[in-house]
C-alpha cells in the first residue's frame, strides 16, 4: 500500500473515499483509493496492492445468513 498525504481537512468536514479497481487476477488485485473533504478538495491517494484469497475470511461473513 503506497499512501499520499496531500493536505489535512478542516475541522468538521465530512471525508468521503472512493476506491476503484485497476486491475484483478486469479491471485491479485489492484486498486486506487481517492479521500476528499465535502468541498471536493483532494485530501490522500493510495495505491493497494492485493493478495486474493480462494476462501472467505470469517470477519467479512454476512451474519444474517447464518442460520440460528
Do not use: H
Not at 486469479?26 to 486506487?32: G, I, M, S
Not at 476528499?36 to 486474493?52: E, F, I, M, N, S
Amino acid at each position: 500500500m503506497n499512501i499520499n498525504y496531500l493536505a489535512s481537512p478542516s475541522k468538521g468536514a465530512m471525508l468521503t473515499a472512493e476506491a476503484s479497481e485497476i486491475n484483478k487476477t486469479k491471485r491479485t488485485a489492484v486498486y486506487d483509493i481517492r479521500a476528499t473533504d465535502d468541498t471536493g478538495k483532494l485530501l490522500a491517494t493510495c495505491q493497494a496492492l492485493v493478495y486474493r484469497l480462494d476462501k472467505p475470511l470469517p470477519f467479512l461473513e454476512d451474519k444474517n445468513r447464518r442460520s440460528p
